[in-house]
């Protein structure tokens, strides 16, 4: 079994941190940016990447993630590109955990034992599927499984901690996914109020890490997470970043 994203979530807590997860949109504004941006983070801190596969109807997202996988597409960057991106990140980044995060469409069309012999190959860690309920999970685990890959379940604010547990169940060396806010994903202002306790009892459950994501933009939102859980993850204030400038340099967080 590989234990890059356990080893990730190990080494941060021993430097006393929270465990850094950035998520990127394979393919915007170009596959080659992506890539290089994917390359940065890896270099400058990242413990985790989350290569998001495009989709044409992403509803879980707001509006900058949203753009991007309406470019990525036009760009014509599909499933295979990513996994294909992600086997080139594993041979230069030997012990950076790598999740692909997509919708289920394009994992089910590809095929489930195909996806998951490709994912295997490349060196993927664990797969997030956005919309893909508990009750119907299991279908894409009993492929994951034997290739020793993870699963990454999301958990909503308003999820009830019994359904938490049920979740962190059988899922291999993976994390829980933690929204933060009700909503798309998108970088906030403010974080809820509650968070805190929230991720606490989640915490207290869960036999897996704990990550929390959407709508963390800045690194003293991410010190705040990083008190209740295991890691923060960062996706839309990087994918803006890289739209506006075109590459990323080494930057985390403001």
């Known amino acids: 079994m590989n234990n ?13 941190r929270g465990a ?5 949109t394979t393919g915007y504004p170009t596959l080659a940016a992506s890539e ?4 940065a983070l890896a270099d400058n801190g990242a413990d985790v990447l989350e290569l998001g596969v495009p989709f044409s109807d992403p ?3 707001g509006g900058v993630i949203r753009t991007a996988a309406y470019k990525a597409l036009e760009n014509g960057v599909s499933l295979a590109d990513v996994i294909a991106l992600a086997k080139r990140l594993r041979a230069r980044h030997p012990e950076t955990g790598i999740v692909l995060f997509s919708y289920y469409n394009p994992i089910f069309s590809m095929g489930l034992g195909k996806f998951a012999e490709a994912a295997a190959d490349a060196g993927v860690d664990a797969v997030l599927s956005v919309d893909l309920p508990l009750e119907e999970r299991e279908e894409l685990l009993e492929v994951l499984r034997p290739k020793d890959i993870g699963y990454v379940p999301l958990i909503a604010p308003n999820t009830p901690i019994e359904r938490v547990k049920a979740s962190a169940e059988g899922v291999g060396d993976s994390f829980l996914y933690v929204i933060t806010v009700k909503g798309t994903t998108g970088a906030r202002t403010e974080l809820p109020s509650d968070l805190a ?18 709508g963390i ?3 003293a939102q991410a010190d ?5 859980a295991d890691g923060y993850i960062v ?12 590459e990323l340099k080494g930057e985390m967080l403001p």
Request: glycine share 6%.
């Open 4 to 16: 890059r994203i356990k080893n990730a979530f190990a080494k941060a807590k021993s430097a006393n």
């Open 20 to 24: 850094f997860v950035a998520y990127l």
């Open 36 to 39: 290089a941006a994917a390359d």
């Open 59 to 61: 509803f879980a997202d």
């Open 197 to 214: 306790s929230r991720l606490d009892a989640i915490r207290a459950v869960s036999p897996i890490p704990v990550a929390a994501g959407f």
């Open 217 to 219: 933009s800045t690194k």
């Open 224 to 228: 705040v997470v990083s008190q209740h």
């Open 235 to 246: 996706g839309s204030a990087l994918v803006k970043r890289l739209g506006e400038k075109g």
